[in-house]
Nanobody, 115 residues
């Protein structure tokens, strides 16, 4: 069992920045990829970014050039630096981690971009 705890969400004006953090509890299983999804009201959960255990990153087209994912393997943590935020980035952001056997999800953190 892996528990994920997110933090860093909040209200920000368009063009502003936020940094999300996600810390995973220690696991006896190997943690592979870590990353982020988001879900806006009335929409399906969508992929945002991932960071594999080989150091490969991947982003959704909608956030490329604005969001940066990073990872601290020693702390089992993943971060999402979000710049140039837009109203359409408003959503609940969920971090996830893939172990050898399954994917675990955090509880979500709300990000609201509004003036």
């Amino acid at each position: 069992q892996v528990q994920l705890v997110e933090s860093g969400g909040g209200l920000v004006q368009p063009g502003g920045s936020l940094r999300l953090s996600c810390a995973a509890s220690r696991s006896s299983f190997t943690i592979n990829a870590m990353g982020w999804y988001r879900q806006a009201p009335g929409k399906q959960r969508e992929f945002v970014a991932t960071f594999t255990n080989r150091g490969i990153t991947n982003y959704a087209d909608s956030v490329k050039g604005r969001f940066t994912i990073s990872r601290d393997n020693a702390q089992n943590a993943v971060y999402l630096q979000m710049n140039s935020l837009r109203p359409e980035d408003t959503a609940v952001y969920y971090c996830y981690t893939d172990t050898t056997f399954q994917r675990y999800w955090g509880q979500g953190t709300q990000v609201t971009v509004s003036s």
